[in-house]
C-alpha cells in the first residue's frame, strides 16, 4: 500500500513536470515579434533598487530612457511599461515593485486616463502573464479580465495556449526556459526613422470627462506612494498622435493642483527640448525613435535632479560596474540596429535600381 502511494506521488510530479515543460514551450517569447510582452518579466531580472519607477503604457517604454538618465544625472531607474497598459494594470505593477523595491519617484503618464473600462485579451496578456503568481497579480487579473476570460487560465497558462502547437518555431523550443533580455531598464530601443506625415483631424468626443473607474485608480496610486513616502509625478509624453484634448488636460492638472502632485504635460515643451517629429520618431509621431527619446530623457532628467533631490550614484563602486554592463548592451544593440538600417537601406537601393533597368 506504501509502495502504490509512493508510485502515485512520483507520477503526480512527474506528469506536473510534463506540464510546466509543455507550457513553457507554448508560451509566447516574445523576442523577434511583439517584444512588449517580455517587458513586465523583465523587471525580475533586476538585482539592484531604482531611485525612479516610470509605470504606464508605450509613451514611457518608447520614449524614455533609463540608460540616458544614467549616463547624464546618475540617476538609477526602470521603466515597468507594457502596450496598451491600462490604470489599473499600472497601479498592481506598482504595488507589485514595491513588494521588492522603494523608489523615491515614480511617474505615471496619464494617456490611459480615457480607458475606463478592460479593452482587449490580448492586451492584457502582454502586461499580465509576465508578472509574477501573487495575490498581487490575483487582483489585476480580475480588475483586468473581459467578460469572455478565465482567471485559471492566466493562473495556468497552458489552458489558453494549448492550441499554439500549431504555431511553434525554434524561437519557442530556444527560449524555452531563458530568454534573451529585449529592453533597457524597460526602454524598447527603435534607432529608424518614419517623419509624421499624414494626421488625421481631431475627433470630437460625446464626452470628454474620464470615467469613475479611472479615478478611481488614479486615486490608488495616489494614496499607495503617500503610504510609502514616495512622490508621485503625473506627465504628458510627447507624442503628436493620440490626440491629448484640452478637457482631458484641464483634468489632470485640476486633479494635481487638489493633491499636490506635479504634473507636466510635455508637449508644451516640444521646443524646448528640440524633438523634430521629421527626424526624431519612428512611426510618425506616435512615439519617439532614440534621438528623441534621449532628448526627452534629458530635459526630463533635469526636473528630477533639481526637483527631487535624487543622488548622482555614478561614483557609487557598487553600482558603477552594474550600469557599465547596461550601457555596453545599449550601445551594442544600437550599432546592431544602425547596422541592419543601412543594410535595409542599402538593398532597397538596389532593388530600386534593378527595377529601372529593367523598365
Known amino acids: 500500500m506504501k509502495r502504490n502511494k509512493i508510485t502515485y506521488i512520483i507520477l503526480l510530479f512527474f ?3 510534463v506540464l510546466y515543460v509543455i507550457q513553457q514551450l507554448f508560451m509566447p517569447k516574445y523576442i523577434s ?6 517587458l513586465v518579466e523583465e523587471y525580475y531580472l533586476e538585482k539592484a533598487n531604482h531611485d525612479v519607477l516610470f509605470i504606464g503604457d508605450c509613451e514611457v517604454f518608447s520614449n524614455i530612457s533609463p540608460i540616458k538618465l544614467w549616463e547624464e544625472y546618475g ?3 526602470y521603466i515597468r511599461g ?6 489599473w494594470h499600472s497601479y498592481y505593477l506598482l504595488e507589485d515593485a514595491l513588494r521588492y523595491e522603494k523608489p523615491k519617484a515614480v511617474v505615471y503618464n496619464v494617456l490611459a486616463m480615457k480607458y475606463n473600462e478592460p479593452q482587449k485579451e490580448a492586451y ?3 502586461t499580465l502573464d509576465g508578472m509574477k503568481l501573487s495575490t498581487t497579480k490575483i487582483k489585476a487579473l480580475k480588475a483586468s479580465m473581459m467578460e469572455d476570460e478565465s482567471l485559471l487560465s492566466y493562473i495556468v497558462p497552458i489552458l489558453r495556449y494549448h492550441s499554439r502547437w500549431k504555431e511553434l518555431t525554434l524561437e519557442d523550443f530556444k527560449y524555452m526556459f531563458k530568454k534573451d533580455k529585449v529592453s533597457h531598464n524597460g526602454y524598447l530601443m527603435r534607432v529608424d526613422t518614419k517623419p509624421v506625415g499624414y494626421l488625421p483631424r481631431e475627433r470630437r468626443l ?9 479615478y478611481e485608480y488614479l486615486e490608488r496610486i495616489t494614496k499607495l506612494c503617500k503610504d510609502n513616502d514616495v512622490e508621485l509625478i503625473l506627465i504628458k509624453s510627447p507624442s503628436v498622435y493620440p490626440y491629448w484634448h484640452e478637457q482631458w488636460d484641464e483634468q489632470i492638472r485640476e486633479y494635481a493642483e487638489k493633491n ?3 504634473y507636466i504635460n510635455f508637449l508644451d515643451y516640444v521646443e524646448e527640448m528640440n524633438i523634430d517629429y521629421e527626424r526624431d520618431t519612428y512611426d510618425g509621431g506616435l512615439h519617439l525613435n532614440l534621438i528623441g527619446a534621449e532628448k526627452f530623457t534629458d530635459y526630463f532628467g533635469q526636473i528630477l535632479k533639481e526637483n527631487y533631490n535624487l543622488p548622482d550614484h555614478r561614483n557609487d563602486e557598487s553600482l558603477k560596474k552594474v550600469w557599465e554592463d547596461k550601457i555596453a548592451f545599449y550601445n551594442q544593440m544600437k550599432k546592431e540596429q544602425e547596422e541592419e538600417l543601412r543594410l535595409y537601406g542599402y538593398l532597397k537601393s538596389v532593388g530600386e535600381a534593378a527595377q529601372k533597368i529593367d523598365e
Open 260 to 262: 499636490d502632485i506635479q
Open 15 to 17: 506528469s506536473i513536470g
Open 124 to 126: 492584457n496578456r502582454l
Open 75 to 77: 540617476i538609477t531607474s
Open 33 to 38: 515579434t511583439i517584444q512588449e510582452g517580455s
Open 82 to 87: 507594457s502596450a496598451q497598459q491600462l490604470i
Open 206 to 214: 460625446p464626452d470628454y470627462q474620464f470615467g469613475d473607474n479611472s
